[in-house]
């Protein structure tokens, strides 16, 4: 697993699922763009500007490890109705396609940090 961005983005993260659901790349663009013009400083944002402007050619790359914040969500709203720990992997495994439940785990560690991270930032921003 990557580690997290140094200061983690939950709009460039659904900017990028959007574009990967949906390949809707110039209303992306247009709402990143829109975001920067704001005057905030959001490196996650520009990044998502600039690979949109280059017109790189490809697939953009999905899969599971790509897909931590959705999984992590998932496992989340599966506590939240009583699932079992042991349940709820078995169930994201299935559903994420993901045979290995040790990268399940990983990725709900992955989610972890990255809500608790942001959730330390909103408290002392």
């Known amino acids: 697993m990557a580690p997290l961005p140094k200061a983690f983005d939950p709009k ?3 900017l990028r699922q959007k574009l ?3 390949g809707a790349s110039q209303e992306v663009l247009a709402e ?7 005057g905030a400083d959001r490196p996650e944002i520009q990044r998502i500007v600039d690979e949109l402007s280059s017109r790189k050619r490809g697939r953009p790359a999905t899969g599971a490890k790509y897909r931590w914040i959705e999984i992590g969500e998932r496992n989340e ?6 699932e079992k720990y042991e349940v709820r992997l078995d169930i ?3 559903e994420f396609g ?3 439940l040790s990268k ?6 992955k989610y972890k940090r990255a809500m608790d991270e942001h959730a330390e930032i909103e408290r002392e921003g």
């Open 104 to 109: 399940i785990k990983t990725i709900l560690a």
């Open 12 to 14: 460039a993260f659904w």
């Open 77 to 82: 709203d599966l506590r939240d109705k009583g």
């Open 20 to 22: 990967l659901q949906g």
């Open 98 to 100: 993901v045979k290995d």
């Open 32 to 38: 990143a763009k829109a975001i920067l013009a704001r």
């Open 92 to 94: 994201l495994s299935k």
